[in-house]
């Protein structure tokens, strides 16, 4: 599909504004009789394909997907295509669960015959459009089956085991495991960006808002592959939302919206932004534009209401209220029945609603279960409960520290090529830590992986002009390792201990 004059002269035939289903019967009128027909058709295809698996990476339910009116067309177009055609009638076969047929047809696409014609190795770009996008989550045994397809295809250069990557991470039963998987190939191959891409969608998932920002500032340069540049925008701004970066926030809602005027929701998130930062009257002239063009509604209705109230314009929000065909929740209808007869002159300072989604405070999640000696039942709470100390301003072992933040990274689950911290902190000195934390004392290796890790910071490019400590908080720590610690004054070791007590 990289010939530029098919490409233009099919966009001039079919335009702008049609519908899959429109092109489609334009296309057997304008065929018939033509020298050479399935090329139109099999852009026509690839199009459609590619608008039908674009933005997402799973398929869910394929049973469903199957209903799909275009999931439909496409196949009905497939079957016009000669039977040479081999990868798309692998395609059709996939849409239609005969899974069987469709690995025969990829064989025929990817034998020796098909590998010949080609001239280049295949570059994570290629096994994205062709396998990953179009096939996501497919049927079991399909990644490991194309894997030995493609194999002789590929540049060895990490690519061959795409494949791999994608069997394993479709096969993970949470989105913890998922983190893993990708983080472990993006140690040996960091300039991935599809694994990046799915780690920031995973850590969105997960509500790991700063590492969702860090990766998403790292993809997209040069390419994009799952998702297009107005969602990475509107993923960005509703991570800063979360951690209450309002001003990165605003900047982002304003890029999605330059890139694609038209993305759902896009428009009400920036006019809420602009209500929490209290710039109320420019909040109203977004919400008045979303009402306006009937756009992400009933949530910019909702909120036009909730800016009236606070520029004191009571009397205009009673009146929307009446007068709206869109539904108000139960809780501003209240507050708009207790408002005063008469508007405010002056615009109500910003209080925070209960239900507005504004972001917990660090202080608000803060685990504190309250003496008897308790461990935490995983390592990720532990991480959870002292990264929100870090971030709400807490001391923690005796200091006050941050953790690290560049553009493009950020020190919770710090990857390096030798392994993945806890966390990577620094103070106000510059002097970076790393924490490593365990549930309990039963990691004999803890004390080799973190002097592993000062090793390689103090030695690595970007970081051995820095001091560099190691922390390890665990519970019940061993003789063993109390002596390896206080043996090297590089490191400092913590017990933590979970208390209740009776209020």
């Given at each position: 599909?990289?010939?530029r004059?098919?490409?233009?002269?099919?966009?001039?035939?079919?335009?702008?504004?049609?519908?899959?289903?429109?092109?489609?019967?334009?296309?057997?009128?304008?065929?018939?009789?033509?020298?050479?027909?399935?090329?139109?058709?099999e852009?026509?295809?690839?199009?459609?394909?590619?608008?039908?698996?674009?933005?997402?990476?799973?398929?869910?339910?394929?049973?469903?997907?199957r209903?799909?009116?275009?999931?439909?067309?496409?196949?009905?177009?497939?079957?016009?295509?000669?039977?040479?055609?081999?990868?798309?009638?692998?395609?059709s076969a996939?849409?239609?669960?005969?899974?069987?047929?469709?690995?025969?047809?990829?064989?025929?696409?990817?034998?020796?015959?098909?590998l010949?014609?080609?001239?280049?190795?295949?570059?994570?770009?290629?096994?994205?459009?062709?396998?990953?996008?179009?096939f996501?989550?497919?049927?079991?045994?399909?990644?490991?089956?194309?894997?030995k397809?493609?194999?002789?295809?590929?540049?060895?250069?990490?690519?061959?085991?795409?494949?791999?990557?994608m069997?394993?991470?479709?096969?993970?039963?949470?989105?913890?495991?998922?983190?893993?998987?990708?983080?472990?190939?993006?140690?040996?191959?960091?300039?991935?960006?599809?694994?990046?891409?799915?780690?920031?969608?995973?850590?969105?998932?997960?509500?790991?808002?700063?590492?969702?920002?860090?990766?998403?500032?790292?993809?997209?340069?040069p390419?994009?592959?799952?998702?297009?540049?107005?969602?990475?925008?509107?993923?960005?701004?509703?991570?800063?939302?979360?951690?209450?970066n309002?001003?990165?926030?605003?900047?982002?809602?304003r890029?999605?919206?330059?890139?694609y005027?038209q993305?759902?929701?896009?428009?009400?998130?920036?006019?809420?932004?602009?209500?929490k930062?209290?710039?109320?009257?420019?909040?109203?002239?977004?919400?008045?534009?979303?009402?306006?063009?009937?756009?992400d509604?009933?949530?910019?209705a909702?909120?036009y209401?909730?800016?009236l109230?606070?520029?004191?314009?009571?009397?205009?929000?009673?009146k929307?209220?009446?007068?709206?065909?869109?539904?108000?929740?139960?809780?501003l209808?209240?507050?708009?029945?207790?408002?005063?007869?008469?508007?405010?002159?002056?615009?109500?300072?910003?209080?925070?609603?209960?239900?507005?989604?504004?972001?917990?405070t660090a202080?608000?999640?803060?685990?504190?279960?309250?003496?008897?000696?308790?461990?935490?039942?995983?390592?990720?709470?532990?991480?959870d409960?002292?990264?929100?100390r870090?971030?709400?301003?807490?001391?923690?072992?005796?200091?006050?520290?941050?953790?690290?933040?560049?553009?493009?990274?950020?020190?919770?689950?710090?990857?390096?090529?030798?392994?993945?911290?806890?966390?990577?902190?620094?103070?106000?000195?510059?002097?970076?830590?790393?924490?490593?934390?365990?549930?309990d004392?039963?990691?004999?290796?803890?004390?080799?992986?973190?002097?592993?890790?000062?090793?390689?910071?103090?030695?690595?490019?970007?970081?051995?002009?820095?001091?560099?400590?190691?922390?390890?908080?665990?519970?019940n720590?061993?003789?063993?390792?109390?002596?390896?610690?206080?043996?090297?004054?590089?490191?400092?070791?913590?017990?933590?201990?979970?208390?209740?007590?009776?209020?």
């Amino acid at each position: 599909m990289e010939n530029r004059d098919l490409q233009q002269e099919f966009s001039q035939l079919f335009g702008t504004g049609q519908t899959w289903r429109e092109m489609s019967d334009k296309l057997d009128t304008l065929l018939q009789g033509h020298s050479d027909p399935e090329e139109y058709r099999e852009l026509f295809c690839y199009r459609l394909l590619h608008d039908l698996s674009t933005g997402y990476c799973t398929y869910g339910d394929l049973k469903e997907v199957r209903k799909r009116e275009l999931v439909s067309l496409l196949i009905e177009n497939i079957s016009k295509l000669p039977e040479e055609k081999y990868y798309y009638h692998g395609v059709s076969a996939f849409f239609c669960g005969e899974y069987e047929r469709c690995i025969a047809q990829l064989k025929l696409n990817y034998s020796d015959s098909v590998l010949k014609e080609r001239d280049s190795k295949y570059q994570e770009t290629d096994i994205f459009d062709e396998l990953i996008e179009p096939f996501k989550n497919a049927f079991p045994g399909f990644w490991s089956q194309v894997q030995k397809l493609i194999y002789p295809l590929c540049r060895q250069d990490g690519t061959e085991y795409l494949c791999q990557l994608m069997a394993d991470y479709y096969a993970c039963r949470t989105d913890e495991e998922a983190v893993d998987i990708l983080t472990a190939y993006i140690q040996t191959y960091p300039h991935s960006t599809l694994a990046r891409e799915y780690l920031a969608c995973t850590y969105y998932d997960l509500k790991m808002w700063n590492n969702t920002i860090a990766y998403l500032q790292t993809v997209g340069r040069p390419i994009l592959f799952m998702f297009t540049r107005y969602q990475i925008y509107f993923m960005m701004a509703w991570s800063y939302g979360k951690i209450r970066n309002f001003k990165r926030e605003e900047s982002c809602y304003r890029a999605c919206l330059r890139f694609y005027p038209q993305a759902e929701n896009a428009l009400n998130n920036l006019g809420y932004c602009l209500y929490k930062q209290r710039r109320y009257q420019q909040a109203k002239e977004v919400f008045e534009q979303c009402l306006k063009e009937g756009r992400d509604l009933p949530y910019a209705a909702n909120n036009y209401v909730q800016v009236l109230i606070a520029l004191g314009q009571y009397t205009q929000a009673r009146k929307f209220a009446a007068t709206t065909g869109v539904k108000l929740s139960k809780g501003l209808r209240e507050r708009i029945n207790k408002l005063p007869e008469k508007n405010m002159e002056q615009p109500q300072v910003y209080v925070r609603e209960p239900d507005e989604d504004v972001g917990d405070t660090a202080a608000e999640k803060t685990i504190d279960m309250g003496g008897k000696r308790e461990q935490f039942s995983s390592e990720k709470l532990l991480e959870d409960e002292l990264t929100l100390r870090i971030e709400s301003g807490q001391p923690v072992f005796g200091m006050k520290l941050t953790i690290y933040k560049r553009p493009g990274e950020y020190g919770r689950q710090y990857i390096i090529p030798i392994g993945r911290l806890d966390l990577l902190c620094e103070d106000k000195a510059g002097n970076l830590y790393i924490i490593e934390l365990k549930k309990d004392s039963g990691y004999d290796d803890v004390y080799r992986q973190i002097t592993d890790y000062l090793d390689w910071f103090e030695q690595s490019p970007q970081f051995r002009n820095r001091s560099i400590y190691g922390i390890i908080c665990l519970n019940n720590p061993t003789q063993k390792l109390i002596s390896q610690v206080h043996s090297d004054s590089r490191l400092r070791l913590f017990e933590y201990g979970i208390s209740y007590q009776e209020i």
